[in-house]
């Protein structure tokens, strides 16, 4: 009878050994991939908005003056889509988890960006700056002037 309550005692503390493994070496590793599967997300649908928004410009530049397009962008809750009239290009930025480890050389400070170059004859006015969350977007074009607006 003592060798039964044994067992039961060695197999409980092995099964405690496993749950405290579980919780101290994979779970990490597991919190560690899912940070990174959301940033990779947030990424690639963002990036997915700002390529959208710059089809819309270029699709309107090609059209006549009084072209109107509206445009519903959805953007991940830490990801930006900027326009910027002065250098004439459309980008965007996405802030990286900060349980994300690892620091990519293309993302500094755990901050992606990419800026999407226009065409040179394409003369941007942005009056809607930067696009945070869900967003309406309307590209017009007047006076040969490609005009964002909210």
Same mark, same amino acid.
């Given at each position: 009878?003592?060798?039964?309550?044994?067992?039961?005692?060695?197999?409980?503390?092995?099964?405690?050994?496993?749950?405290?493994?579980?919780? =101290?070496?994979?779970?990490?590793?597991?919190?560690?991939?899912?940070? =990174?599967?959301?940033?990779?997300? *947030?990424? =690639?649908?963002?990036?997915?908005?700002?390529?959208?928004?710059?089809?819309?410009?270029?699709?309107?530049?090609?059209?006549?003056?009084? @072209?109107?397009?509206?445009? $519903?962008?959805?953007?991940?809750?830490?990801?930006?889509?900027?326009?910027? @009239? *002065?250098?004439?290009?459309?980008?965007?930025?996405? *802030?990286?988890?900060?349980?994300?480890?690892? $620091?990519?050389?293309?993302?500094?400070?755990?901050?992606?960006?990419?800026?999407?170059?226009?065409?040179? *004859?394409?003369?941007?006015?942005?009056?809607?700056?930067?696009?945070?969350?869900?967003?309406?977007?309307?590209?017009?074009?007047?006076?040969?002037?490609?005009?964002?607006?909210?």
């Amino acid at each position: 009878m003592k060798n039964k309550g044994q067992v039961i005692l060695e197999f409980i503390f092995i099964i405690l050994i496993v749950v405290i493994y579980v919780f =101290t070496v994979t779970k990490p590793f597991i919190d560690n991939s899912q940070n =990174t599967i959301t940033d990779i997300d *947030a990424l =690639t649908r963002t990036n997915n908005e700002t390529n959208k928004l710059v089809d819309s410009i270029n699709k309107i530049y090609l059209l006549g003056n009084g @072209s109107r397009e509206t445009l $519903e962008l959805f953007v991940p809750i830490n990801g930006q889509i900027i326009c910027n @009239s *002065a250098d004439n290009n459309i980008g965007f930025i996405v *802030a990286l988890n900060d349980g994300t480890t690892h $620091e990519h050389s293309l993302c500094p400070n755990n901050t992606c960006e990419k800026s999407f170059e226009l065409n040179d *004859a394409i003369d941007l006015d942005c009056l809607l700056p930067e696009v945070n969350n869900r967003a309406i977007v309307v590209v017009s074009k007047e006076n040969n002037i490609i005009i964002l607006s909210g």
